[in-house]
């Protein structure tokens, strides 16, 4: 018997311009091909995700309340809203879902401005650095954190 989860992918603002704009600092894959990997990632571990972009900070916000209920954790590339949003910050906090926060490059090689995240502190973890696959390695690591923890609960799938 495996457990089942439905993971909340969320990315945030000019993310829908990857692939095709600055690929040395963020690579050439893009936001769809990412979107299928993930689909095909989960897919391999039983899981499902729902995969969400917007450049709209209330549009995330209102993806994440809309979590509740029928997402078990959260995947998200909050772009700059990290270093600015206490309300995805709150929200994340308020739906009470375990979140893995990924970045395509590593934040602490760059400017100072993108050395703190709102959300690092009320994430499970930070996966920094590793372009497309710093999401493969969250998404892992948030199906592995879910399936320690719901044993014998509503996680599981039959
Ligand atoms: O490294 C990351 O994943 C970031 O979350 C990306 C954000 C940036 O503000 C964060 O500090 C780190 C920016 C995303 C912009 O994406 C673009 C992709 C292609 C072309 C232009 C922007």
């Known amino acids: 018997v495996t457990s089942s989860f439905n993971i909340l992918v969320l990315h945030g603002?000019?993310?829908n311009l990857?692939?095709?704009r600055e690929p040395e600092i963020y690579g050439s894959t893009t936001l769809a091909e990412i979107d299928?990997?993930?689909a095909r990632v989960a897919g391999?571990?039983?899981c499902q995700v729902s995969c969400f972009?917007?450049?709209h900070e209330g549009a995330l916000l209102d993806a994440i309340h809309g979590a509740r209920g029928d997402c078990q954790g959260i995947l998200i590339n909050a772009g700059a809203y990290t270093h600015t949003s206490?309300?995805?910050r709150d929200g994340l906090v308020g739906v009470?879902?375990?979140v893995v926060e990924v970045h395509l490059s590593n934040l602490y090689k760059r400017e100072v401005f993108r050395h703190h995240?709102?959300?690092a502190p009320i994430a499970l973890g930070q996966i920094s650095g590793f372009g497309a696959e710093s999401y493969r390695l969250g998404l892992q690591a948030l199906i592995h954190h879910l399936r320690e923890t719901s044993a014998g609960s509503a996680g599981m799938a039959g």
Do not use: D, F, R, V
């Open 117 to 119: 995240s709102h959300i």
């Open 86 to 88: 206490l309300a995805l």
């Open 44 to 46: 391999s571990l039983e």
């Open 96 to 98: 009470g879902l375990p």
């Open 13 to 15: 603002p000019n993310l």
């Open 53 to 55: 972009q917007s450049n």
């Open 36 to 38: 299928t990997m993930l």
């Open 18 to 20: 990857l692939g095709l």
